[in-house]
């Protein structure tokens, strides 16, 4: 099997972890309704997956740094498994907070190492795109797992889905076992040693627009089943067909976002998407009500947004390229953190305002990452001109 066949594998299962870490927000309403909970407070179960994953892999990858790479996916894997089946043996509200939690831990450590795989097994210069096509499995599950989640959580009771996911996650261990080599990890990181990285002005911008951006992204999509149903007034079947066509965008912008960083590098591709995030998420605010409008405006909000997840991880990478697997793991924290961030704002604003109002706060959110992206490109390419004109100087003294 070919290294490219390989990391199509990894991506594969990162539809699977994927779909776990998606579906709630698909399926937010009927959960909030089945355990006796507000649509608000249901939310706060991303909030409680994305925080444990913020602050749990980093630790977890520090302390496995030196394991075998295909070892600590298996293991991941296992764990995962398990917190899908919490879902479905034990239930009640508190047990599902634990769930997220096990889920949030396991699915950090696997997206992380699985990564870091797939950019080895890359060959020179195509990291951009292999890192994308694991984002890709990402957006099939936005495609393919959340939408379909919706029909069967419409069908059957919602567990069920869980339990699904966690016995394809033990068969996903046989597909790492026998398709992925192994690889050996890496000298071990203090964790103070990692957050020294925060204290260069590019990897702390870097990572701010991270934050920022998905903090936008995620304050919307966190309450988008509760829009489409309240807002714009879909059907079950309107509904299903709105998160699908949702994710059939986001498949084709993680896409796009790989190839465009390679052609034409991390900047244009970062700024320009995050742009038309903004307007895509201004749009869905004035003319949410349309259906007929909605349908274009989900699609253009997905692609736009997830362009910049590969354009913006392969970035990171490229600021520490000895300490790629630290930035990794720093980039998914934040981005965790804004995703926790975004769910917990967009519960606010759903209590206290509307759910009409979401949007506006993303577009904020949004507009503000691509304004410090914008600055920080700026100013790394004045320091650039600056270092090149100091160095012919030398030359021309020497």
């Given at each position: 099997?070919?290294?490219?066949?390989?990391?199509?594998?990894?991506?594969?299962?990162?539809?699977l972890?994927g779909?776990?870490?998606?579906?709630?927000?698909?399926?937010?309403d009927?959960?909030?309704?089945?355990?006796?909970?507000?649509?608000?407070a249901?939310?706060?179960?991303?909030?409680?997956?994305?925080?444990?994953?913020a602050?749990?892999?980093?630790?977890?990858?520090?302390?496995?740094?030196r394991?075998?790479?295909?070892?600590?996916?298996l293991?991941?894997?296992?764990?995962?498994?398990?917190?899908?089946?919490?879902?479905?043996a034990?239930?009640?509200?508190?047990?599902?907070?634990?769930s997220r939690?096990?889920?949030?831990?396991?699915?950090?450590?696997?997206?992380?190492?699985?990564?870091?795989?797939a950019?080895?097994?890359?060959?020179?210069g195509?990291?951009?795109?292999?890192?994308a096509?694991?984002?890709?499995?990402?957006?099939?599950?936005?495609?393919?797992?959340?939408?379909l989640?919706?029909?069967v959580?419409s069908?059957?009771?919602w567990?069920l889905?869980?339990?699904?996911?966690?016995?394809l996650?033990?068969?996903?261990m046989?597909?790492?076992?026998?398709?992925?080599?192994?690889?050996?990890?890496?000298?071990?990181?203090p964790?103070?040693?990692q957050l020294?990285?925060?204290?260069?002005?590019?990897?702390?911008?870097?990572l701010?627009?991270?934050?920022?951006?998905?903090?936008?992204?995620?304050?919307?999509?966190?309450?988008?089943?509760?829009?489409?149903?309240?807002?714009?007034k879909?059907?079950?079947?309107g509904?299903?067909?709105?998160?699908?066509a949702?994710?059939?965008?986001?498949?084709?912008g993680s896409?796009?976002?790989g190839?465009s960083?390679?052609?034409?590098?991390?900047?244009?591709?970062l700024?320009?998407?995050?742009?038309?995030?903004?307007?895509?998420?201004?749009?869905?605010s004035?003319?949410?009500?349309?259906?007929a409008?909605?349908?274009?405006?989900?699609?253009l909000?997905?692609?736009?947004?997830?362009?910049?997840g590969?354009?913006q991880?392969?970035?990171l990478m490229?600021?520490?390229?000895?300490?790629?697997?630290?930035?990794?793991?720093?980039?998914?924290?934040?981005l965790?953190?804004?995703?926790?961030?975004?769910?917990?704002?967009g519960?606010?604003?759903?209590?206290?305002a509307?759910?009409?109002?979401?949007?506006?706060?993303?577009?904020?959110?949004v507009?503000?990452?691509?304004?410090?992206?914008?600055?920080?490109?700026g100013?790394?390419?004045?320091?650039?001109?600056?270092?090149?004109?100091?160095?012919?100087?030398?030359?021309?003294?020497?």
């Amino acid at each position: 099997m070919s290294n490219a066949w390989k990391i199509y594998m990894l991506a594969i299962i990162s539809f699977l972890v994927g779909t776990s870490e998606f579906i709630i927000a698909g399926i937010l309403d009927k959960v909030a309704a089945d355990v006796g909970v507000s649509v608000s407070a249901a939310g706060q179960l991303i909030t409680v997956f994305s925080l444990a994953y913020a602050f749990g892999t980093p630790i977890i990858m520090a302390l496995t740094a030196r394991m075998e790479r295909r070892r600590l996916l298996l293991y991941s894997l296992g764990l995962f498994a398990a917190g899908n089946l919490i879902a479905v043996a034990l239930p009640g509200f508190e047990f599902l907070f634990v769930s997220r939690i096990v889920l949030a831990l396991s699915t950090g450590v696997f997206v992380v190492t699985a990564l870091t795989v797939a950019s080895k097994l890359a060959p020179p210069g195509k990291q951009g795109s292999a890192i994308a096509t694991l984002v890709m499995g990402f957006s099939t599950a936005l495609i393919v797992g959340v939408p379909l989640g919706r029909v069967v959580a419409s069908v059957y009771d919602w567990p069920l889905i869980f339990g699904a996911i966690g016995i394809l996650g033990l068969l996903a261990m046989l597909i790492i076992l026998f398709a992925i080599p192994q690889t050996d990890g890496e000298e071990p990181v203090p964790l103070r040693s990692q957050l020294t990285l925060l204290k260069q002005p590019k990897i702390a911008a870097a990572l701010t627009v991270t934050f920022l951006w998905i903090a936008g992204y995620s304050i919307v999509y966190t309450y988008i089943s509760p829009f489409l149903l309240t807002v714009t007034k879909l059907s079950e079947q309107g509904v299903s067909a709105g998160l699908f066509a949702f994710g059939i965008a986001s498949l084709i912008g993680s896409k796009i976002g790989g190839f465009s960083t390679d052609k034409w590098g991390a900047p244009r591709t970062l700024v320009s998407g995050m742009l038309f995030h903004t307007i895509a998420l201004i749009l869905l605010s004035l003319t949410g009500q349309s259906p007929a409008i909605v349908f274009p405006l989900l699609m253009l909000w997905a692609f736009t947004a997830w362009s910049s997840g590969p354009t913006q991880q392969y970035y990171l990478m490229s600021l520490a390229p000895g300490a790629s697997g630290i930035m990794l793991s720093l980039n998914t924290s934040v981005l965790q953190l804004g995703m926790a961030a975004g769910a917990g704002l967009g519960g606010i604003v759903v209590e206290q305002a509307s759910l009409t109002s979401i949007s506006w706060i993303g577009a904020t959110g949004v507009i503000l990452a691509a304004a410090t992206a914008t600055a920080s490109f700026g100013i790394s390419h004045q320091r650039s001109r600056r270092k090149a004109a100091e160095s012919r100087l030398v030359k021309t003294g020497a």
